[in-house]
């Protein structure tokens, strides 16, 4: 079972969000995949994904992309599961702080509010450091117009890691490692 976190102005309608649902129905495993729309309050995005935990049947791994990188790091180390972070925001709290307003989703084309509260639940949930790196893997390009891709790679030193030359934030690298993420997601 994979629970696919997209990141902050994403949807499950997102491209890897998409290739990801497309490629688990052709190995006839869409029913294997868990991919909502988060809430946009911090708070919420983490009860509503702790919930999809608790309802599966067995043990599942998380992916999570940008902010979703970051709820899949409270919640692997939290309930000990494996979770693959894809240009992951290692530090949300500190990366969005300067963003507090309103935005727009980019494929629902709702608008929301991030504010000051958003950001204290954000830094209510990190892990620093993580402790369970054999839990990780890190997937992510050096050319991420959004994030620093250094700090992901410092906060998860220990982990799985692979730092792909050039890319962007949506990690044009996906589809060649997307049957990797499954058979990992796959591992006892």
Same mark, same amino acid.
């Given at each position: 079972? #994979?629970?696919?976190?997209? +990141? ?7 491209? @890897?969000?998409? @290739?990801? &649902? ?7 495993? =869409?029913?294997? %995949? ?35 990188? $970051? $709820? ?28 507090? =307003? ?17 950001? #204290?639940?954000?830094?209510?949930? &990190? ?14 390009? @050096? ?5 620093? $891709?250094?700090?992901?790679?410092? &906060? $998860?030193? +220990?982990? @799985?890691?692979?730092?792909?030359? =050039?890319?962007?934030? =949506? %990690? ?17």
């Amino acid at each position: 079972m #994979i629970i696919y976190l997209h +990141g902050f102005r994403s949807s499950p309608l997102s491209e @890897k969000a998409q @290739k990801l &649902k497309r490629r688990m129905t052709e190995l006839g495993m =869409g029913n294997q %995949l868990w991919c909502e729309q988060l809430p946009s309050r911090p708070s919420e995005a983490i009860e509503l994904i702790e919930r999809a935990i608790l309802n599966t049947h067995s043990k599942p791994t998380l992916v999570g992309s940008s902010l979703g990188g $970051y $709820y899949a790091t409270h919640l692997a180390e939290k309930h000990s599961l494996s979770a693959v972070l894809i240009n992951p925001a290692a530090y949300a709290y500190r990366i969005l702080a300067p963003h507090i =307003g309103t935005h727009k989703n980019i494929y629902t084309r709702e608008s929301f509010e991030l504010t000051q509260e958003h950001i #204290i639940e954000l830094e209510r949930i &990190k892990v620093e450091p993580i402790t369970q790196p054999s839990l990780f893997w890190l997937i992510t390009e @050096k050319e991420d117009e959004v994030l620093n $891709y250094q700090e992901a790679v410092e &906060k $998860y030193s +220990g982990a @799985k890691q692979t730092v792909f030359e =050039g890319g962007n934030h =949506g %990690l044009v690298n996906f589809p060649i490692v997307l049957d990797d993420i499954i058979t990992f997601a796959r591992r006892p």
